[in-house]
């Protein structure tokens, strides 16, 4: 298939003592009309990644095309093509929801009236209100509307729901299915693992500036070995012994051990088969079972496997610096 996004070799770096490289060698592709997710905790690298390919950052160095083109020679064709939504977008309190997409409408030769782009993100109560009277979910979906006003062939959303109550966040979600829907190519960035799963075909799993996972959600998790995860604790003395992967990994369907310091994860193919003989096992050496719970394998479960801490665990280290 024709590609939307084309980069390689792409890296940004910082300078400093000593220099931070923010991007580290990135190569990716990503086909029209596909949903594409970058996903990661604050601080791998995505919105640096993202404001490279949308012309916002220069690279250090590397290549990048879109739609066949490249930002150092057709700069204004790449920018009547493309939409994008910030982080966090800022508004004139001044205008009303109307005017102000009369005001993005402006900026390009061709596009949508701005009644049609409220009507696709569903303010149409609030055409006539004030920004500043707006909450964050409907200013949120104004600015995806911004984004949506010169009617692109490519849309970069770069982490749209954060802070979003869960209500707002599945209204942006059904808009983004639309614009998929619409065959529009959509380059998501995220935290959210749960949102790149209901909304990507494609996903790239970013830390500390690469990519250390490319596929679709389905096949990610099923490099896990088991499309299930079965979790307990015992407590609230945890025998050693029962700490070792030995001790649970040649139980019937187990694929996968983790052990995080308070609770066991067993990645499992068939929930129903190892749950009595976790039980027998757990009673034959007189052990107390705290908790027990199961649940589909999740984007989580491959990004703690693939980089060995959780996604908030990396989170708090950004904070700490």
């Not at 596909?34 to 919105?47: D, H, I, M, Q, Y």
């Not at 976790?278 to 703690?304: G, K, M, N, Q």
Request: charged fraction near 25%; glycine fraction near 8%; charge should be negative.
């Amino acid at each position: 298939m024709p590609l939307a996004v084309c980069c390689s070799e792409l890296r940004k770096t910082y300078p400093g003592k000593p220099p931070v490289e923010a991007v580290r060698g990135i190569d990716l592709e990503v086909s029209e009309g596909e949903c594409f997710g970058v996903l990661g905790p604050n601080g791998a690298g995505k919105t640096t990644l993202i404001e490279i390919l949308e012309g916002l950052m220069p690279a250090t160095s590397g290549d990048v095309s879109l739609l066949g083109m490249r930002w150092t020679d057709q700069p204004d064709a790449i920018r009547e093509q493309i939409g994008i939504s910030l982080q966090e977008t800022r508004f004139s309190d001044k205008l009303n929801v109307w005017e102000t997409l009369s005001l993005f409408r402006s900026f390009y030769r061709r596009g949508i009236e701005p009644e049609e782009a409220i009507a696709r993100v569903s303010l149409q109560e609030k055409t006539d209100a004030w920004v500043k009277d707006l909450s964050g979910g409907q200013r949120q979906r104004l600015a995806v509307a911004t984004a949506l006003i010169g009617d692109p062939a490519l849309l970069f959303l770069d982490e749209p729901t954060t802070g979003l109550d869960p209500h707002s966040r599945r209204e942006l979600w059904d808009i983004i299915r639309g614009c998929r829907q619409q065959g529009r190519t959509t380059v998501l960035t995220t935290h959210y693992m749960e949102e790149a799963e209901r909304l990507c075909d494609r996903v790239a799993i970013v830390d500390r500036g690469r990519i250390i996972a490319l596929g679709s959600p389905r096949e990610l998790i099923a490099r896990l070995g088991g499309d299930h995860v079965v979790e307990f604790s015992l407590g609230p003395d945890l025998p050693l012994p029962a700490c070792s992967p030995e001790k649970w990994q040649d139980l019937p369907a187990v694929t996968g051990f983790r052990y995080d310091g308070q609770v066991v994860h067993l990645s499992v193919t068939e929930p129903h088969v190892v749950l009595p003989a976790l039980l027998a096992r757990i009673e034959r050496h007189a052990w107390r079972l705290a908790s027990l719970t199961t649940r589909h394998a999740s984007l989580d479960d491959v990004f703690v496997v693939l980089t060995g801490h959780a996604m908030d665990e990396t989170e708090a280290e950004e904070r700490a610096v």
